[in-house]
């Protein structure tokens, strides 16, 4: 086989990756966020840009694309995510005073208010057809644990 065939089709078969996937999991009964048709659409529209294809992805492996994408960007934003106006502002570790945070203990971390510290779990199923899921936190990125909003870098 010509070479330059076997390039294209393995370019297009990177291109719409995230359909194939998306498409393999709902028929080995997996939940994904949206639907194929949906996954393959924006994949269609969008796969050329980076993060266009990052996000189909994204939805194909089960992730909610905007929660993950606001998830990752809060750790790069300045201030890892600014504290509250009222909040005490903290550095991490003994403050100027020889005070250490009473949230975090001077760690900077702090358990994930949504997830209770468990990352990730399993749903029970709802008839006897269905499979327990496993779910995970999206506002900690499966850490169980986030940055304290006290401290600052």
């Not at 086989?1 to 076997?6: K, Q, T």
């Not at 994204?58 to 998830?71: E, H, K, M, Q, R």
């Not at 201030?79 to 909040?87: T, Y």
């Not at 020889?98 to 749903?123: E, M």
């Given at each position: 086989?010509?070479?330059?065939?076997?390039n294209a089709l393995s370019q297009w078969f990177m291109y719409f990756l995230p359909t194939i996937v998306a498409w393999l999991r709902v028929r080995m009964?997996?939940?994904?966020?949206t639907s194929v048709r949906s996954v393959f659409f924006f994949n269609l529209l969008l796969g050329w840009t980076v993060i266009g294809w990052i996000l189909m992805m994204?939805?194909?492996?089960?992730?909610?694309?905007?929660?993950?994408?606001?998830?990752k960007l809060i750790r790069f934003w300045p201030?890892?995510?600014?504290?509250?106006?009222?909040?005490p502002q903290t550095a991490w570790g003994p403050s100027?005073?020889?005070?250490?945070?009473?949230?975090?203990?001077?760690?900077?971390?702090?358990?994930?208010?949504?997830?209770?510290?468990?990352?990730?779990?399993?749903?029970?199923?709802?008839?006897?057809?269905e499979i327990a899921q496993l779910q995970t936190c999206y506002y900690c990125s499966a850490s169980g644990r986030i940055r304290c909003p006290y401290g600052h870098v």
């Open positions: 086989m010509d070479p330059r065939v076997i009964g997996k939940k994904i966020v994204a939805d194909a492996l089960g992730y909610d694309p905007i929660l993950w994408v606001i998830s201030g890892g995510g600014a504290a509250p106006m009222n909040a100027s005073q020889g005070q250490i945070c009473g949230q975090c203990g001077g760690s900077g971390y702090v358990v994930c208010p949504q997830c209770h510290g468990r990352p990730s779990w399993y749903t029970e199923p709802t008839t006897a057809h």
